[in-house]
């Protein structure tokens, strides 16, 4: 059956319409692993981008860990966790989330950085206490450059979560991963194809989201 | 009869570790109620550090600084703020608010209500001059002046009695700078708030200050007077050389030409004859005429266009460029003088000509 399969035509819509309950599901629980990997990460990130810019002798240690993380392979960081945490989401999500630290909690200090250092005297000047000037002004004006930092993230993991699959996580990468397994292209060609899609409809998404939130940034002087 | 301090600065010093001379020596100001005080120096005189003390922007390294009677420290700096309006260079408006919630800044902090607050804008947006349509636009949507005119009317916002305006108009074109010198000016008029404004600009000092303080390198107090004082006895040493050697032309400008008493000058009426305007030529020892129909004048023509016999027609007039406006000072009126070629200034009300200014008249007021 195995061989009748592999020696069948290259993809096969028919198995594509017969499946598409199961399709739905995964490429749902994808875009559920990738939302909250990306909603963690982004706790997190602020909570070490907010500790790096009020005591800036954190940031290298910051930045040292997070790079640290970034660089480890993410099939051995899976293996790594595996006999600690087991086949779980939680395994899933620690990996996901390791892996954007590094870039969300750059661009949210670089983001603060870039803020005008007229605006933040005006906003200290009118009475603005510490935590008012970062939610109100700081963060809002570092918006362009953070969702940059969570559109990469985004793609980064919607990659990432299709190599959960060998943990029994994994989306749209259960495809994959059976297809190899029962060598049918049609799976492979499947999942492969909804993770590219995913990520294109993700960052689609986001970029949406950051024009609506910063319509400042459109609107320019007129004649 | 001397009016109540508002800011009061005794002994101010701000040093800085590593720094062989302080920012700012030793300093003792007082700034009274209702007065406009401009700090002017060259670049490093301490004067912006000084204004940022005022609010604790900085801290002083020593020395007491109230206002309203109450030393400053006293207070948690963010409450100190939100009772002092500050402008700062460039404006420093929130690039992601909107015009409206940009002013309503300080009275979100302090907790007004909304009905308060909406009202509060529009008389705000109409005393600086900005339509009301201006206030949902953000601020990069707006030309520099008018970026400035909501940093002032931000600055306004909860009626603090006390100001600090940092180079409020270093970073607009000079044309708009004198308009927005005459608007704050103008407001002063009707507000008495009690003003601290910086600037590098002696100029600007001089035409805003009710007292001028000039700062010399090192943070040090040169001279502390009206500009007329400023002006006719400078101190001999710093402020001498940084008022440099044109301090007679700025005296001038202190002068209003409401001020300064007009002649008529050789006017005749539309119609008229050669001979009343030969006369009239005489009468003033000038070559010229200019012609008026009512308050208004039409042009002007020199002896040797007026034929015998003829009439003073619209048609064959020289239109006249230039002319001061009677709201301006002497020194504009000599500017006038001198790039019209003609030794007098024609003075205007809008369209309505009021009468002419000799180099006479200047030099009269030079001598006084």
Redesign the interface.
Known sequence: MTLAQASGPFFRWDWVFDHLDEIRDRSLEHLLLTGIALGIGLLISLALASLALRFRAAYAPITWVTGALYTIPSLALFAFLVPITGFTVLTAQVGLVSYILLILTRNIVAGVDGV?P??K?????????RWRLLLG?EL??ALPVVLAGVRIAASTTIGLVTVTALIGQGGVGFFILRGLNRFFSTEIVLGVALSVLLAVFVDGALLALERSL???TR????A | MRRTVMIGLDAVTKSYPGEDRPAVDRLTIQVEEGEIVALVGPSGCGKTTTLKMI?R?IEPTSGIITVGGRDITSMP??????SIG?V??????????TVFQNIA??PR?LGWDRTRIRARIDELLDLVDLGPGMGD???????GGQQQRVGVA?ALAADPPVI?MDEPFGAVDPIVRARLQGELLRMQSRLHKTIVLVTHDIDEAIRLGDRVAILAPGGRLAQFATPEQILRDPEAGFVEGFLGPDRGLRRLSLIPLRNVELVEGPVVELGSGRGEALDAMTRHGLDWVVVRAGDRLLGWASAAEIDAGARLEAGSLQPIRGGASIDGSLRDALDTMVTGHTGVALVFDGDRYLGMITIDAVNREMLR
């Open positions: 005008d007229a605006v005297e005006a906003a200290l000047g009118m009475g603005y206490g002004v809002p004006l910063t319509p400042w609107r320019r002087a007129g | 609010n922007l700096p963010p409450q100190l703020r939100r500050y700062i260079q460039q404006a420093g408006l929130f690039p992601h608010r800044t300080v902090l636009r953000y601020p990069n949507e707006l030309s931000r600090l």
